[in-house]
Structure formats: structure tokens, C-alpha cells
């Protein structure tokens, strides 16, 4: 049955390999941008631009697109992010300021404004990481992004709290390390998939999350990872 989706941070990476991908089995899908989302002009997505996540006066007005368009969601997917690389005894506050506001604030401002467009059996997907996690941060450094995806796992537990008892699954999730323009100055040798092959493994998560396993933390290849 086609479905009604509203994917986040869609400009480019991920979320808009995602986009593509939902479109090619006929889901219905809203791109939100932060630009205007002239990327989709050829793949027939539909899209609503100047979505700027960490802005309350832009995510009203996505609002307010949702409603003219009388979209009742069967999932929001936020992947709106960035990366921002520190060093201990070099952080730069303003930077960490605002990779909280994108990373973690950005997604709890856009769950609680789409929260009246979702109902029972809708889902809720935030792409989190897992450099976020505290049971699996055995290395260190990277202040700013990882206590701003730490928030961000918070936010979705939290969420899960709260929309579960409407009938709302949600879940964090990691889509495996993956080759964009977030991770082109990543320090390290990783074997970066394609956007293409996170969306795949993030689009299955979502197809099997159901109310039984919300409140979860999940790699696109479907482990469960740790907080
Ligand atoms: N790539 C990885 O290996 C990896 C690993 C773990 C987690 N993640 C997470 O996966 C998500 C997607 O990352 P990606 O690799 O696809 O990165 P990307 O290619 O850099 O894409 C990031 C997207 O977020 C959008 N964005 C940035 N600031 C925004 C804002 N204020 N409001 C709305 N949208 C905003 C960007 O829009 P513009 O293009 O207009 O700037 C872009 O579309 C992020 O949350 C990231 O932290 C990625």
C-alpha cells in the first residue's frame, strides 16, 4: 500500500537516496530541503524547500505545507545532520553550539510539529549514530558530534515514550558508515558504503518497526546497537 512520507535534511546524501528509493516503489514522498530541492526535479519527488531544521519560524511553515496538502504521515524520517571535527583543548563552543542545535534539537522541533500528522501505526525514524553511543565510545574525541547525537538518542527514546502510547513506533537509527560529504574529512580508513545501500537497510528498518520494537536503537544492516 503506497504510503505517505515525510523525509528530512533531503537535499543531498542519505535522506535523499532514501528519497529516491521510497519513490521508485510509489510511496508517496515530501522532501523537506534546507535549499529548494531542485535535486528532485527529474526523480518526481515532491518537495517543500527552506526547511532549516534548527528554525522554528521554517519548521511552521513545513507545518503549514503539510496541512494544505492534508497529509497524514504514515512516517517522518529525520536526517537532517552535520559533522563538525574538534579536539580536546581546541573546541569551538560556537560549533558545538550549533551541531546541538541541527543534530539534536533539530529533530525533537520536527517531531513535535509533525506529531498532529501522525496516528496509530505511524512511525518515526531519526538517523542518529553510533558515535552517539555511550556503551560503544571506546575512542573518544569528536566533543560536538557526539554529544549531540548522544541528545539525539535521548530524543528518541524519549519521543518513544511519548508516542507509543498513541500508537507511534519509533527508532534511532545508524545508517553504517557511508560515503558523503559528511564523512570526505572523517579521520580513519573505513570501508564507506554508498548512500544507495544505507537508504536500503534504513528503508528495511523502517518497513519492519512496528510498536513491539519502538524504543530501539538500530545499524541499517539491522543490529541493535547499544546506547
Ligand atoms: N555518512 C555517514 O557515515 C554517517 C554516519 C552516521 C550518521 N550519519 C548521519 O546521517 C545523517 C545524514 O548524513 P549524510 O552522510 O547524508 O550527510 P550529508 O550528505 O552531509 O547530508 C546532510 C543533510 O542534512 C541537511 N542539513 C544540514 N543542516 C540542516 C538544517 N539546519 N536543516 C535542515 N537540513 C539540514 C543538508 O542539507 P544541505 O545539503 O542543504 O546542507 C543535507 O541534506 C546525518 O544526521 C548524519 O549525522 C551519517
Not at 51 to 61: L, R
Given at each position: 500500500m503506497t504510503k505517505n512520507i515525510l523525509v528530512v535534511g533531503?537535499?543531498?546524501?542519505i535522506a535523499n537516496a532514501i528519497c529516491l528509493q521510497l519513490q521508485a516503489r510509489d510511496d508517496r514522498v515530501i522532501a523537506a530541503c534546507?535549499?529548494?530541492?531542485?535535486?528532485f526535479t527529474e526523480g518526481g519527488v515532491e518537495t517543500i524547500g527552506g526547511?532549516?531544521?534548527?528554525s522554528g519560524e521554517a519548521v511552521h511553515k513545513l507545518v503549514e505545507a503539510l496541512a494544505a496538502r492534508n497529509a497524514r504521515l504514515d512516517w517522518v524520517l529525520h536526517v537532517a545532520g552535520v559533522l563538525g571535527l574538534d579536539t580536546f583543548g581546541e573546541i569551538d563552543y560556537d560549533d558545538m553550539r550549533r551541531q546541538f542545535e541541527i543534530n539534536t534539537l533539530g529533530p525533537l522541533r520536527v517531531a513535535e510539529a509533525c506529531a498532529p500528522f501522525l496516528d496509530a501505526g505511524s512511525k518515526l525514524g531519526i538517523v542518529t549514530s553510533r558515535v552517539g553511543s555511550l556503551g560503544d565510545n571506546s575512542s573518544g574525541g569528536m566533543y560536538a558530534y557526539r554529544v549531540s547525537k548522544a541528545g539525539a538518542n535521548m530524543v528518541a527514546l524519549n519521543l518513544h515514550h511519548d508516542l507509543s502510547k498513541r500508537g507511534i513506533a519509533v527508532v534511532a537509527l545508524h545508517p553504517g558508515m557511508v560515503a558523503t560529504d559528511l564523512t570526505k574529512d572523517y579521520p580513519g580508513n573505513f570501508n564507506y558504503i554508498q548512500p544507495a545501500d544505507a537508504a536500503r537497510g534504513l528503508i528495511a528498518r523502517m518497513d519492519e518497526l512496528e510498536l513491539a520494537s519502538s524504543g530501539q536503537f538500530r545499524h541499517a544492516n539491522g543490529e541493535q546497537l547499544l546506547w
Amino acid at each position: 500500500m503506497t504510503k505517505n512520507i515525510l523525509v528530512v535534511g533531503a537535499d543531498r546524501g542519505i535522506a535523499n537516496a532514501i528519497c529516491l528509493q521510497l519513490q521508485a516503489r510509489d510511496d508517496r514522498v515530501i522532501a523537506a530541503c534546507l535549499g529548494d530541492g531542485e535535486g528532485f526535479t527529474e526523480g518526481g519527488v515532491e518537495t517543500i524547500g527552506g526547511v532549516d531544521v534548527t528554525s522554528g519560524e521554517a519548521v511552521h511553515k513545513l507545518v503549514e505545507a503539510l496541512a494544505a496538502r492534508n497529509a497524514r504521515l504514515d512516517w517522518v524520517l529525520h536526517v537532517a545532520g552535520v559533522l563538525g571535527l574538534d579536539t580536546f583543548g581546541e573546541i569551538d563552543y560556537d560549533d558545538m553550539r550549533r551541531q546541538f542545535e541541527i543534530n539534536t534539537l533539530g529533530p525533537l522541533r520536527v517531531a513535535e510539529a509533525c506529531a498532529p500528522f501522525l496516528d496509530a501505526g505511524s512511525k518515526l525514524g531519526i538517523v542518529t549514530s553510533r558515535v552517539g553511543s555511550l556503551g560503544d565510545n571506546s575512542s573518544g574525541g569528536m566533543y560536538a558530534y557526539r554529544v549531540s547525537k548522544a541528545g539525539a538518542n535521548m530524543v528518541a527514546l524519549n519521543l518513544h515514550h511519548d508516542l507509543s502510547k498513541r500508537g507511534i513506533a519509533v527508532v534511532a537509527l545508524h545508517p553504517g558508515m557511508v560515503a558523503t560529504d559528511l564523512t570526505k574529512d572523517y579521520p580513519g580508513n573505513f570501508n564507506y558504503i554508498q548512500p544507495a545501500d544505507a537508504a536500503r537497510g534504513l528503508i528495511a528498518r523502517m518497513d519492519e518497526l512496528e510498536l513491539a520494537s519502538s524504543g530501539q536503537f538500530r545499524h541499517a544492516n539491522g543490529e541493535q546497537l547499544l546506547w
